[in-house]
Each structure stands twice: as C-alpha cells, then as structure tokens.
C-alpha cells in the first residue's frame, strides 16, 4: 500500500522556517518526480517546487530564493525547507509523487504564518 505522510507543519512568525517532510512507503521512490504543492482558504490549489529523482529542482516564482526542496532516496523522504516565511505562505503544503500514470498525494500538513 502506498503511503505519503507529510510532517512539519505548525504556526510560524513572518521571517521564520519550517522544515516539510514527506514520508513515503509501498512505492519505489527514486523513480518518482515529488512536488509540494500548497492551498489557501478559498483559493485553488497551487505548485510550489518539484524535484527528479536525480535531484533536478524547479520552483513557484512565488518561493524561488527562500524555499528548497530535497529528497534522500536513501530514506525514501522528500523535504521542503522553508526560509524568509510570510502570512502569504499560510496555506496545507501536500506531498505528491508522480511516475507516468501514478500521481499520488499526501494527506497534507498545515502551516500558518501569522505573528
């Protein structure tokens, strides 16, 4: 059974990090592409980065220069580092993995920037 498990979320001060962790099991993880993907109240789910499984990265303009995504195919986890944090970032960041037709997704982890 395929298991993404999101971790990290909490309520943060503007300027302040959090560290993500998706935790994946039943899946041969170095073969994915993950993404974090992120959505506010009201609003439309949106992509924030996405890495290969050679550790190609890409990110939203929105969070280029103060998020980092990682993985470590060791521990079958990708990771979203998040610095320089703003009220704009509150929103439930998901995990998601995609391998031609799989496209799973976490259960999702909330964070909130508020002072």
């Known amino acids: 059974q395929v298991q993404l498990v999101e971790s990290g979320g909490g309520l943060v001060q503007p300027g302040g990090s959090l560290r993500l962790s998706c935790a994946t099991s039943?899946?041969?993880?170095?073969?994915?592409?993950m993404g974090w993907y992120r959505q506010a109240p009201g609003k439309q789910r949106e992509w924030v980065a996405g890495i290969t499984g050679s550790g190609r990265t890409n990110y939203a303009d929105s969070v280029k220069g103060r998020f980092t995504i990682s993985r470590d195919n060791g521990k079958d986890t990708a990771y979203l580092q998040m610095n320089s944090l703003k009220p704009e970032d509150t929103a439930v960041y998901y995990c998601?993995?995609?391998?031609?037709?799989?496209?799973?997704w976490g259960q999702g982890t909330q964070v909130t920037v508020s002072s």
């Open positions: 998601n993995a995609r391998y031609q037709n799989d496209n799973l």
């Open positions: 039943g899946m041969i993880f170095s073969i994915y592409v």
